[in-house]
Each structure stands twice: as structure tokens, then as C-alpha cells.
């Protein structure tokens, strides 16, 4: 970060900000807009030349993923336009399969990522950047007003927003080897932990991990496959303009492990932090294993895929997406020698495995403030959550609901059919992870109408009343949605085939977009007339799910009083009111979700929320 930039800690601001990772800088980010410029954001992390920082692989988007920086960037946010800056690779994933489940994803060059993040921090006259670290939080009455940091110092503020990423209590593993921080060279939050539990909040334990980087020079690079992008990159973000993509592009490459890893793997899995119990208390990514935990899972594979991936824009360093691992740095030696294209591999960084605090999320409400200290706000992997983009959409809903709360005005907050941002929330609060949260399609009941080439239509609105949308990304939007309509009201009226209009030929799975804009007579972009087709083609599905959608959205509008108890509830089962006592939802729709809730519970607490509304007693 431009030192011109930093600055002592202020002693009040509207929204203060802890942490400089993806969620943080969204949060900072939506909070800045949504005040205003005569509000104050603060930004306060361990260290500010590490605001942005990629700290394991050098990507942004993929499946599910894709669609919330798309998201993102519709709500007003920073990922998808610092991902365009720096991106060496896109490539949109699962072509072969409908759009509504295909992902955008950018390899990046991870010094530009960090990079352009700082710089668009930095035109934001209302962040102010500060380093430090949190030794205790300011609690009125209840409410969180502000830090005092480890130091002395002192920031009040109106609300707080926690982004504390692998770093509260945590400990690196490479083998027996045990070291204190969440990332390579950098410290630990210790105290924030136990600040969080003299408050009353039930923490949990968490690793991650990371596989080694080699050097590309020691590799034989050209003998190995070749992973290409995409001729015709898209852009994330609708504010992208000029020639793109900005910065050359790159290929990687594609290796396997083999049966000689895996024996080797095997032979010291004895000196692998989670299977010799220096690792016992956290749970790992089940969709992101390491590879000590696929070839112990997955015993009857033969190899497994290692994607090559260049870290930089100049490839020194490689990135081996695959097989994140924390065994000795000996044994890693040998392993990653023995697969193909790397038997002369020189290991620039070992993998290491990361065990950390994190809060369990059913102490949350969906707007990602706590529900034991007002003012606070969390977001991302403290909250239990996995993947650059799963915190950056968290950063912005407690960004955005900080600022609101400040402003006193009543929170935002975004639905399961109107964002993969809404289903990861409500996911948290009503389903209580036990691993590290990552987002799939699968996990999206609504995921057609949730795709990533119609965020714009679905959030930028949202954005826009919330004031994190500024004018020249409103006017892209406006602009898109005249197109579309036009290129809808044109099908509808040209002549198709066999006396159908345009609109049943543009259903056809075999038409391409090039055809029906060639059939309207040219001058339409390809890229909107492929959106209209695919928003005709899942018409009969999408019709299908809106009384599905009316009800979610009536069950989600039903308020559960906060002083109703669940276990005096006549005709509840005690599962259900267990479960409700619990996670204490905050809305009947959340209530339904649950884990031990039957639609016949449901129903006995809805009875029991129109009684107590009566003035009943809820039995």
C-alpha cells in the first residue's frame, strides 16, 4: 500500500473495518459507498502492504464462484474489476453444459491482483488505512462502539466489521514442524479470539491449506499438456472498457501424481499433521482436500490431476492446484519430483497446512451482523466459509448493513433466489458447517434464474438503492436492459420458421446466437442475443419455480418474535424446538430450513407466531 496513503488510527469513524483480505476490502469498499463522502470508513490491518493479497491460489471465479464476482461487481464491488486488471488466463468452465451452471474464472497474476485492490482503495477519499491489530472491542450497553488495539489505541465507531480471514489463533503445520501465523511471514490475532469468547460467542477450529510453488525454470514445461484460455475472454465487470484483456495472456500446464507419490504419501502419512494428531481439532475442505487426504480417501485412484499454474504475468513462479499438502519438506521434495515434467523440481515454497479460529456461523443473521453484540459485523473465513469470492460477497453485505446501521436505516438483505450471495448466507445461519463452506450450483435451488451473465438484472437495482452503485455503472445497466428489450420485442415480432415467430426458433438448442442475430439483421451484440436466447429457452422452467419462489419469499417475510420460546410451543416436536432454540432464526422461511424442521413443524410455529402477534401466548 502507498505509504501516502496510511495514516494513524482516527478516533472515531462510521464503519470500522478489521482485516485486509477479500472480505475486508469489499466490506471497506460498499461501506465508503454506501455512506457517502461525509462519512468515514477505517480500514485496520496487521499489515497494509498485504491488503489484497492472494494467499493461496492465484484465481478468481469458477463454478458457482464465477457467478458471485459477478455478483459483486453488480452490487458495486471491486473483485471483478481488480480480476480484469490482472487476469493471464480466462476461461469460462463447463461450456459443454447449460449456462446455468458454467463459471467465469481468471488466473491472475497475484502481484497486479494486490496491486490494483490497493489502487482502487486508494480513490476512495473516505477510507483511511491503518495498521495495527485488535486487543479488545468496545462494548456499550450491548453494542459494539469501536476497538481498542493491542498498542493503546483507541478508534470508536458506529459499527465494527470483523475480517480476521486464517488469522485468529493460528497455527502453520509443514510436518512436525509448527508455526504461529495464518499466512507465510506474517502474525496471528491472537486476542481477538479470546475477546470473542469473553463475549459469549462459541468458537470453532478450521484448517486450510496450500500446496507447494516451483520454479518454472526447473520444470520441462513444454513437454507437458497445454491448458489454454479462451479465445474471446469476457470481462468481469460491466465497468471493463477498452481493449481487454489489459495484460498478455498465458497457458499452464497439466501433470498427474503417480503410483510412486501415493506409496510415498502413504509410507509418512505419520508425519502429516492431521493423521499424526498434531492436527485433531479442526476439520479440513472436503472439496479441496489435500493430497494426503485423496490418496487415503480415494485409495483405488491410480493418479490424480496437478494443474500448472503461473502465479506472475513473467511465470517464475508456479502454482501446483492439486496437491495442497503438509507433509516434511523432504517428502514433498520427492513427491513433487516424482510426477511427470517435474523430476528436476525446485521447490520455491512448501506447502503448509493452516488450523484456525472461527465463528460459528449460527450466531449470525444473514445481514452478517451478530446476534449476541449488536454493531458487529463478520465476514468471510471467520464466519467458516472457503474461497476468495465466498468472503468478498460476505464483505459486501456487512459492508453495506455496517453502514446502514450507522446511517440508521433499516438492513439489506439478499434472498435465496436472488443471488448465490443470499443462498451462501442463509446457508451459514440455517445449516451450521462443520468444514470449511464452499459454494456449488448444487447448492442453488434457483440457480437458473442465478447465472452470471444476468447479475446485472438481478442485483445492480439492489445496488443502486443501497448506494454502492455508482452512476456510470447504472448507465451500462440502463443502456444492456433497452438492448435486451428490444432484441425480446424483435423476436417476438419477426417471422421464424413454418409460420412460428423468431422467438420458438431461438428455443432450438441447435441454433447458435450468430444465427438469430444475423436473422434480426445484424448491429446486435452476440453476447445480448445469447442472454435473450437462454432466458427463452429456461422460460418453462423459470415458470415453474415462481410459485415456489412466492411462497420461500412469503416464509422468509414472517418474523419470529426474539421472545419466543420454541420448547413452550404446543405440538412442536423437541427436535424442532431444539433446533429452533438453537440457530434462533430470524424468519419462519430460515426456521423451515433447518436440519430436524418438518413442514409440519413449520406449520405449528407459524400458528404459534400469529398467537403471540394476537397477543396470545404462542402455545
Not at 114 to 132: E, F
Not at 260 to 273: C, G, M
Not at 593 to 606: E, H, I, N, Q, S
Request: contains cysteine; glycine residues 12%.
Amino acid at each position: 500500500m502507498d505509504s501516502g496513503r496510511l495514516s494513524s488510527l482516527p478516533q472515531t469513524c462510521d464503519v470500522l473495518v478489521v482485516g485486509g483480505g477479500h472480505a475486508g476490502v469489499e466490506a471497506a469498499w460498499a461501506a465508503a459507498h454506501a455512506l457517502g463522502p461525509s462519512g468515514s470508513v477505517v480500514l485496520l490491518t496487521m499489515d497494509p502492504s498485504r491488503i489484497g493479497v492472494m494467499s493461496c491460489n492465484p484465481a478468481i471465479g469458477g463454478l458457482a464462484k464465477g457467478q458471485v464476482v459477478r455478483e459483486v461487481d453488480a452490487l458495486g464491488g471491486l473483485m471483478g474489476a481488480a480480476a480484469d486488471a490482472s487476469g493471464i488466463m480466462f476461461k469460462v468452465l463447463n461450456q459443454s453444459r447449460g449456462p446455468a451452471v458454467q463459471g467465469p474464472r481468471a488466473q491472475c497474476d497475484k502481484d497486479r491482483y494486490a496491486s490494483a485492490v490497493q489502487s482502487l482503495l486508494g480513490t476512495r477519499s473516505n477510507i483511511t488505512v491503518a495498521a495495527g491489530t485488535v486487543g479488545e472491542f468496545i462494548i456499550d450497553a450491548g453494542v459494539c462502539g469501536g476497538v481498542h488495539t493491542e498498542d493503546g489505541r483507541s478508534c470508536r465507531a458506529a459499527a465494527v466489521v470483523l475480517t480476521t480471514g486464517t488469522f485468529m489463533r493460528s497455527l502453520m503445520h509443514t510436518g512436525s514442524q509448527t508455526t504461529a501465523g495464518g499466512r507465510v511471514g506474517e502474525g496471528t490475532a491472537d486476542g481477538v479470539s479470546a475477546c470473542l469468547q469473553r463475549l459469549g460467542f462459541s468458537l470453532g477450529r478450521l484448517k486450510t491449506g496450500t500446496p507447494p510453488r516451483l520454479a518454472k525454470a526447473s520444470l520441462d514445461w513444454d513437454a507437458l499438456p497445454v491448458q489454454t484460455g479462451d479465445a474471446h475472454p469476457v470481462p468481469f465487470s460491466d465497468l471493463t472498457g477498452g481493449e481487454f484483456p489489459p495484460l498478455p495472456q498465458v497457458t499452464c500446464r497439466l501433470t498427474h501424481t503417480t503410483a510412486e507419490s501415493h506409496a510415498l504419501i502413504r509410507d509418512n502419512l505419520h508425519q502429516a499433521p492431521m493423521f499424526s494428531g498434531q492436527i485433531d481439532a479442526a476439520a479440513g475442505p472436503r472439496y479441496c482436500p489435500s493430497i494426503e487426504d485423496k490418496v487415503v480417501r480415494f485409495a483405488d485412484r491410480a493418479q490424480h490431476h496437478v494443474f500448472l499454474e503461473p502465479e506472475t504475468l513473467d511465470g517464475a513462479s508456479i502454482y501446483c492446484n492439486g496437491i495442497s499438502t503438509s507433509l516434511p519438506p523432504d517428502v514433498q521434495d520427492v513427491v513433487v519430483r516424482s510426477m511427470p515434467g517435474c523430476e528436476r523440481a525446485e521447490i520455491l515454497q512448501y506447502g503448509y497446512a493452516v488450523e484456525y479460529d472461527m465463528i460459528r456461523p449460527h450466531q449470525l443473521d444473514v445481514t452478517c451482523e451478530t446476534k449476541r453484540v449488536a454493531g458487529l459485523f463478520t465476514a468471510g473465513q471467520i464466519n467458516g466459509t472457503s474461497g476468495y469470492e465466498e468472503a468478498a460477497g460476505q464483505g459486501w453485505v456487512a459492508g453495506v448493513n455496517a453502514a446502514r446501521r450507522a446511517m440508521s436505516a433499516p438492513p439489506l438483505r439478499l434472498g435465496r433466489d436472488q443471488a448465490y450471495i443470499g443462498v451462501m448466507l442463509d446457508d451459514l445461519v440455517t445449516r451450521a458447517p462443520t468444514e470449511p463452506y464452499r459454494l456449488f450450483t448444487s447448492r442453488a435451488e434457483h440457480r437458473m434464474l442465478l447465472r452470471a451473465d444476468n447479475a446485472d438484472e438481478r442485483l445492480t437495482p439492489v445496488g443502486r438503492a443501497a448506494g454502492t452503485v455508482c452512476d456510470s455503472r447504472w448507465d451500462v445497466w440502463v443502456q444492456r436492459r433497452h438492448r435486451l428489450d428490444d432484441i425480446r420485442r424483435r423476436l417476438d415480432a419477426a417471422p421464424g420458421d413454418g409460420g412460428k415467430r423468431l422467438t420458438a426458433v431461438a428455443r432450438r438448442p441447435d441454433v447458435t446466437p450468430e444465427a438469430i442475430a444475423a436473422r434480426l439483421g445484424g448491429g446486435d451484440g452476440v453476447r445480448d442475443v445469447e442472454r435473450v436466447m437462454t432466458d427463452t429457452r429456461y422460460d418453462g422452467y423459470v415458470k415453474r419455480q415462481q410459485a415456489e419462489i412466492k411462497r420461500q419469499r412469503e416464509a422468509d417475510g414472517v418474523a419470529i418474535p426474539v421472545d419466543l420460546d420454541p420448547t413452550g410451543i404446543t405440538g412442536l416436536r423437541t427436535e424442532a424446538a431444539e433446533a429452533i432454540a438453537h440457530f434462533r432464526p430470524a424468519t419462519l422461511g430460515q426456521a423451515s430450513r433447518l436440519a430436524g424442521v418438518t413442514p409440519a413443524d413449520a406449520t405449528v410455529l407459524a400458528v404459534a407466531i400469529r398467537r403471540q402477534r394476537a397477543g396470545g401466548t404462542g402455545r
